[in-house]
């Protein structure tokens, strides 16, 4: 069983590649310019549609690269590689946005907003710290309103157990 905190018994990676439609990096990666280091040592080992990021890169054609973070406490290992993901795309010209789930974090976890708020500041200047570029789009979900209607609007589409299917809980 895999969870985002544990791993249990022993894990068949060719079964998952093909039950979540996953391509392995295998022959693209010679296409990559510089593949970043975890692509290299096949901890970051598949994909889809990557691809077009490749291409993207290679043309020099616009592309992006979002992740984010949920600040619930502090920085570790997981989260540098994350970031250090986030800035090597940036670096080969994708358009980084980064987002802080300080409300997912409020909901979630139980933590005070003031307290997402600093674990939060801590992450964004950890990241800025490793070499984020200034052009790079940081937002915190409380602060942006599109997503807060969105949530809202979305709420009324999804019950308990489909929540409960989607986020384990």
């Excluded at 010209?93 to 003031?114: C, K, N, P, Q, T």
Aim: charged share 25%; aromatic share 12%.
């Amino acid at each position: 069983m895999i969870t985002p905190w544990e791993v249990e018994g022993v894990i068949d990676y060719k079964k998952l590649l093909e039950e979540f439609g996953i391509n392995p990096f295998g022959e693209l990666l010679k296409f990559i310019p510089n593949p970043h280091k975890l692509m290299r040592r096949g901890i970051i080992f598949g994909h889809r549609d990557y691809w077009r990021i490749v291409e993207a890169i290679n043309c020099a054609k616009d592309f992006a690269v979002m992740s984010g973070f949920m600040p619930s406490g502090a920085i570790h290992f997981g989260h540098k590689m994350t970031m250090d993901e986030i800035i090597w795309h940036q670096k080969l010209g994708a358009r980084a946005f980064v987002a802080i789930a300080d409300m997912e974090a409020h909901l979630v976890r139980g933590l005070s907003y003031e307290k997402t708020k600093q674990i939060g500041m801590d992450y964004v200047k950890s990241i800025i710290a490793l070499g984020l570029e200034k052009d790079a789009l940081i937002y915190f979900q409380s602060k942006n309103a599109a997503v807060k209607d969105l949530a809202y609007e979305l709420s009324a589409e999804v019950n308990l157990n489909e929540m409960r299917a989607i986020y384990g809980f």
